[in-house]
């Protein structure tokens, strides 16, 4: 996700305008090629999960995409493995975005499949990724804070560009991860994507707040959850590079922690 801000004025969750986030704009701004941040995305956590699940054939596996947004690809990171993946994301016309998608989602995502596609879990899949997209996922409107109620409900998991990208706060910022994390069972592999110092964004000509994390602090969000000794860390990309007003993307890939 990716465009710059003027400014970026204190704005909590509930106060940013989640109603008028355009998906139209959103994907043809961020996702209307495959950019060489994504590949590295793609290539980190498609090699994550692939490596755990070829040790680990466990199933049936649950999956969470929290904040969806328009964005496939994380729930295509998920899909040999999940006989349910869940998107979630509390804007209405991204929810509308998620459910035209599962009637056959759009040719755009096809490139973004495909580089899944270099790993054999991946390519092996039966059948259509549409057909397979359309019967596993469960679109579902909702606010990601809420699944402080709803602990250790997923196995696998992922969010992309959410946790700092929701308001200003610090607080929210890791009470987000926290939420994120504590819905998945202990031991559930997950992977989470960050904009590093990011100054907020425009969707279309709407801006949204974000919050000013650096690699320490996500880091330091994301262990209290999390194993340590296996969490991994990978700085993606170049200050500035899709839009102002950011210094890289982050993404972690880790285990939920057992035992908190
Ligand atoms: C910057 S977008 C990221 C979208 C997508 N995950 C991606 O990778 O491009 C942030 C997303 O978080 C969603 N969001 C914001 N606050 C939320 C909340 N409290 N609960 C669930 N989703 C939320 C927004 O609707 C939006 O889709």
Redesign the pocket.
């Known amino acids: ?1 990716h465009l710059g801000s003027p400014g970026n004025l204190s704005q909590l ?1 509930a106060e ?1 305008p ?1 109603e008028d ?1 355009n998906p139209t704009a ?1 994907v043809d701004h ?2 209307r090629k495959v950019i060489q941040e994504d590949r590295e995305i793609i290539s980190i956590v498609r090699a994550h999960f692939g490596d755990h699940f070829r040790a680990h054939p466990n199933r049936p596996v649950r999956g969470i ?7 496939l ?2 729930a295509f990171s998920m899909l040999p493995w999940c006989d349910e993946i869940t998107l ?4 209405e016309q ?1 929810v509308e975005y998620l459910e035209r998608q599962q009637g056959g989602y759009d040719q755009v995502w096809d490139a973004f499949w495909d580089l899944f596609c270099t790993d054999e879990a991946y390519a092996a899949l039966q059948g259509d990724p549409r057909d397979r997209f359309k019967e596993v996922t469960e679109v579902e409107n ?5 699944l402080s109620g709803r602990r250790e409900n997923w196995s696998l998991g992922t ?4 946790a700092e ?3 200003t706060s610090h607080e929210e910022f890791w009470q ?1 991860v926290e939420c994120f994390l504590l819905a998945l069972t202990p031991g559930a592999p997950f992977a989470a ?1 960050f904009m590093e110092h990011s100054e907020g ?1 425009f ?1 279309g000509d709407t801006h ?1 707040p974000a919050c000013d994390v650096g690699e320490p602090e996500i880091r330091s969000a994301i262990e209290v959850h999390a194993e340590r000794q296996r969490l991994k860390i990978f700085t993606v990309g170049q200050p500035n590079a899709v839009r102002d007003g950011y210094t890289s993307m982050i993404v972690a890939c880790g285990f939920r922690a057992r035992g908190n």
Not at 88 to 91: E, K, M, N, T, Y
């Open positions: 996700m969750n940013a989640w986030f959103y961020n996702y995409d929290v904040g969806a947004g328009a964005n690809y994380p979630l994301d509390r804007a991204n909702g606010d990601l804070f809420a969010m992309f560009f959410v990208s929701l308001s987000a994507a964004y969707v949204f």
